[in-house]
């Protein structure tokens, strides 16, 4: 699989700082979602529902993807979604932000995922839709699938929670999150790699690191009691010294998806461009009065989105299913 268009040659992106919120995304509509027996050994957010049938559960989360999309175009944001194929059978492919990654240079990320099952996500034909209809030029392609055959895996923006501006990746290392291949992404973007522990209040190492931390342009949000002692001083002062408003959640706001918000960019004919921070109903409803008054007031508008049948069953919640697509600024 290699990029569309544009040359092999690797661009120089620098290292002054980049946009924080893209303003388009892919998303992928989901055609054989369901409960994944294989991706639920490491994901503990993962639900099985026995009192449904697979087709009512198929329907609802083609539903609900369709719900976020239209509710994320109507703030604004650019939206590319892609009907996933029916052949093989892809149960995850509505989180299509663990196999790409499109980057404000032109550089085209593909990943190295941890189930057998997930792979086949990885689809050319999605890569060209978005050439197309989100204008992205790919410069460059980073593709990092080969350490799959040596059992290494680095899950996009599910394993990598970036600040663009600071040039900071954040990563809690898990079975589908391995330190050699952060620090591999960060020296080929150019990115400064940190690298943590973080579990669930049962010990379970957190699968993903964007279940616990959001970083938007004025504000980030971090699960700070996941964080493990040793690490969490780390984590928090590299956070403080970017600048930015720092919200703090626990271990019951984590449960419900509120590390798993995005901020994106968007243009309003009054306000002209601005910031929207987007989370699921149930991420939304876990947060103390006080909570959502600081994340209400460290961005632009807030959009909250029910999506409980993808949450249950697929363990991932809004973050997990977008993909953002920077184009050139």
Request: glycine content about 6%; hydrophobic content about 40%.
């Given at each position: 699989?290699?990029?569309?268009?544009?040359?092999?040659?690797?661009?120089?992106?620098?290292?002054?700082?980049?946009?924080?919120?893209?303003?388009a995304v892919l998303m992928i509509s989901p055609e054989a979602f369901g409960h994944n027996p294989d991706t639920a050994r490491t994901n503990t957010f993962q639900r099985p529902d026995e009192e449904r049938a697979p087709e009512a559960a198929r329907l609802e989360a083609r539903a609900e993807s369709a719900r976020l999309a239209q509710a994320l175009a109507?703030?604004?944001?650019?939206?590319?979604?892609?009907?996933?194929?029916?052949?093989?059978?892809?149960?995850?492919?509505?989180?299509?932000?663990?196999?790409?990654?499109?980057?404000?240079?032109?550089?085209?990320?593909?990943?190295?995922?941890?189930?057998?099952?997930?792979?086949?996500?990885?689809?050319?034909?999605?890569?060209?839709?978005?050439?197309?209809?989100?204008?992205?030029?790919?410069?460059?392609?980073?593709?990092?699938?080969?350490?799959?055959?040596?059992?290494?895996?680095?899950?996009?923006?599910?394993?990598?929670?970036?600040?663009?501006?600071?040039?900071?990746?954040?990563?809690?290392?898990?079975?589908?999150?391995?330190?050699?291949?952060?620090?591999?992404?960060?020296?080929?973007?150019?990115?400064?790699?940190?690298?943590?522990?973080?579990?669930?209040?049962?010990?379970?190492?957190?699968?993903?690191?964007?279940?616990?931390?959001?970083?938007?342009?004025?504000?980030?949000?971090?699960?700070?009691?996941?964080?493990?002692?040793?690490?969490?001083?780390?984590?928090?002062?590299?956070?403080?010294?970017?600048?930015?408003?720092?919200?703090?959640?626990?271990?019951?706001?984590?449960?419900?998806?509120?590390?798993?918000?995005?901020?994106?960019?968007?243009?309003?004919?009054?306000?002209?461009?601005?910031?929207?921070?987007?989370?699921?109903?149930?991420?939304?409803?876990?947060?103390?009065?006080?909570?959502?008054?600081?994340?209400?007031?460290?961005?632009?508008?807030?959009?909250?989105?029910?999506?409980?049948?993808?949450?249950?069953?697929?363990?991932?919640?809004?973050?997990?299913?977008?993909?953002?697509?920077?184009?050139?600024?």
């Amino acid at each position: 699989m290699g990029p569309s268009v544009g040359s092999s040659d690797r661009p120089d992106p620098g290292r002054g700082p980049g946009q924080q919120c893209a303003d388009a995304v892919l998303m992928i509509s989901p055609e054989a979602f369901g409960h994944n027996p294989d991706t639920a050994r490491t994901n503990t957010f993962q639900r099985p529902d026995e009192e449904r049938a697979p087709e009512a559960a198929r329907l609802e989360a083609r539903a609900e993807s369709a719900r976020l999309a239209q509710a994320l175009a109507s703030e604004g944001v650019d939206v590319c979604a892609v009907n996933d194929s029916a052949n093989p059978v892809k149960p995850d492919a509505v989180f299509p932000n663990n196999w790409v990654s499109f980057h404000e240079d032109g550089t085209l990320v593909l990943y190295p995922m941890e189930s057998v099952s997930r792979r086949p996500e990885r689809r050319q034909d999605v890569i060209d839709t978005v050439v197309e209809r989100l204008r992205f030029r790919v410069a460059h392609l980073l593709d990092l699938t080969h350490f799959e055959g040596e059992g290494m895996f680095l899950e996009g923006t599910g394993s990598l929670v970036l600040d663009h501006r600071e040039r900071v990746a954040y990563a809690c290392a898990s079975p589908r999150t391995h330190p050699a291949l952060v620090a591999e992404w960060a020296r080929e973007l150019r990115y400064e790699a940190l690298v943590f522990q973080a579990a669930d209040r049962a010990g379970v190492p957190l699968y993903h690191t964007n279940v616990l931390m959001c970083i938007g342009e004025r504000v980030a949000v971090v699960g700070t009691p996941a964080i493990a002692p040793s690490d969490r001083e780390r984590v928090l002062a590299r956070l403080h010294a970017s600048g930015r408003a720092i919200v703090e959640i626990g271990h019951e706001q984590l449960a419900r998806f509120a590390g798993n918000m995005l901020e994106l960019s968007t243009w309003d004919e009054a306000l002209g461009d601005s910031r929207v921070l987007v989370m699921s109903d149930a991420a939304r409803r876990s947060l103390p009065a006080e909570t959502f008054a600081r994340l209400s007031g460290s961005t632009d508008a807030v959009l909250a989105v029910p999506i409980p049948t993808i949450e249950r069953l697929g363990g991932g919640s809004v973050r997990c299913m977008l993909a953002e697509v920077f184009r050139p600024s």
